[in-house]
């Protein structure tokens, strides 16, 4: 859990240090890539926060239920974002047509509302108690037996994942709606090329869908299979389940710097250029 905690971290300050060195890297989509990384980088940082508590052996102190709170939320925030994504890419392929949708002034209000629901949602269930200390695992969370627990699947997994699968259907079915133009040559050039930048993005952002639902999936489905009577909590569920999660969200930080075309290529002229110092360093020293 701790190393999959440290590379997401690393992976997450790579892309923002890129994002914020390079100009060209500051485009509205990579700024969306980049608030998709912000919250990868929290969740990393709040799994990485409760590992070490526990290797301290550190049990229910006072910010307990915080850190509880913080590492069931972090995941939601990630996918929140993911949302915010998958709506820019309706607005600027089905809604094409609609140039205040595609604004910066617009799309900032929608990340400032995503990041004023996703730090709110889970504030009721801490103030109601309802984050209590798991002692079989050592973590404050949420319990599989809690009906609470069934909001917290729908507002951090289950709604976002339904929102980007519809929204990408639109799209999908969209594109199969409206062929390329033929009529002029440069049109349909023009066109192709966007096209095909768009089903990047989207391959993109399906392939991070993807990812953090299979990691996911696990903890959903240990609380289905509990209330079904089919198995029994056990003292490890919570680490077990938190393990895929950890490791889906490290992923998704890997997936943003080498799939983000911008950033991928600032990357690789950094290493290109720290190579050839090193050549000439050894050179001059033969």
């Known amino acids: 859990m701790i190393i999959c905690s440290i590379f997401g971290i690393l992976f997450a300050f ?9 100009r060209q890297c500051q485009t509205l989509t990579i700024f ?41 939320a972090g995941t939601g925030v990630l996918y929140h974002t993911l ?5 820019y ?6 809604y094409s047509t609609r140039r205040y949708l595609q604004t910066k002034q617009f799309i900032g209000l929608i990340v400032l509302i995503q990041w ?26 949420v319990s599989l037996e809690d009906v609470s627990f069934v909001y917290f699947s729908l507002v951090i997994f289950f709604l976002p994942l339904i929102i980007i699968i519809i929204i990408y259907f639109q799209i999908v079915q969209y594109m199969k709606r409206t062929p390329f133009s033929t009529g002029n040559r440069l049109n349909t ?4 090329i966007r096209r095909q930048s768009e089903l990047r993005l989207i391959r993109r952002i399906l392939t991070l869908v993807i990812i953090l639902f ?24 919570a680490r077990v389940s ?25 990357l690789i002229d950094v290493i290109r250029k720290c190579s050839t110092r090193e050549n000439r360093v050894q050179r001059v020293n033969t």
């Open 14 to 22: 790579i892309f923002i240090l890129i994002v914020l060195i390079h």
């Open 32 to 72: 969306l890539v980049l608030n998709s990384t912000l919250a990868g980088l929290l969740a990393n940082v709040a799994c990485i926060s409760q590992a070490i508590y526990q290797l301290l052996g550190v049990g229910n102190d006072r910010l307990c239920a915080v850190r509880g709170l913080l590492l069931q």
């Open 83 to 87: 949302c915010v994504q998958a709506f």
């Open 89 to 94: 890419r309706l607005f600027v392929t089905v």
């Open 116 to 141: 004023i629901f996703s730090a709110t949602f889970g504030l009721p269930i801490l103030f109601t108690g309802r984050i209590t200390y798991q002692a079989g695992s050592r973590i404050c969370q």
């Open 189 to 192: 050039s023009v066109n192709d």
């Open 214 to 237: 299979l990691l996911g999936f696990p903890y959903s489905l240990f609380y289905l299979l509990i209330h079904l009577h089919i198995i029994s909590p056990w003292a490890y569920m």
């Open 242 to 266: 938190y393990l895929f999660i950890t490791f889906g969200q490290s992923a998704s930080m890997l997936i943003n710097l080498i799939t983000t075309d911008d950033v991928r290529n600032c």
